[in-house]
Each structure stands twice: as structure tokens, then as C-alpha cells.
């Protein structure tokens, strides 16, 4: 379902653009190895 997939990614990315600080939350670029914290 290519069309799913497409919706999902145009949500994500304006879920992205309009909350960057959530993004980074769920899927963090380097996350730090120091980070123990569950």
C-alpha cells in the first residue's frame, strides 16, 4: 500500500516541521552513549 506509506511520511514530515523537538524525541540523530536513562 504505497498510498499509506506516502500519507504516513507527508504526516510525519508535517508533524516534523510543525514539532521538530517531538521528532528528535522519537528518533534521536546521535544519541549520546553516556545516556542511561530508560
Known amino acids: 500500500k504505497q498510498i ?20 528528535l524525541l522519537f528518533l534521536p540523530p546521535e544519541p549520546p552513549p553516556t545516556t542511561t536513562r530508560s
Request: aromatic share 24%.
Open 4 to 23: 499509506t506509506l506516502a500519507f504516513l511520511f507527508n504526516f510525519a514530515a508535517s508533524f516534523a516541521a510543525a514539532k521538530p523537538n517531538y521528532i
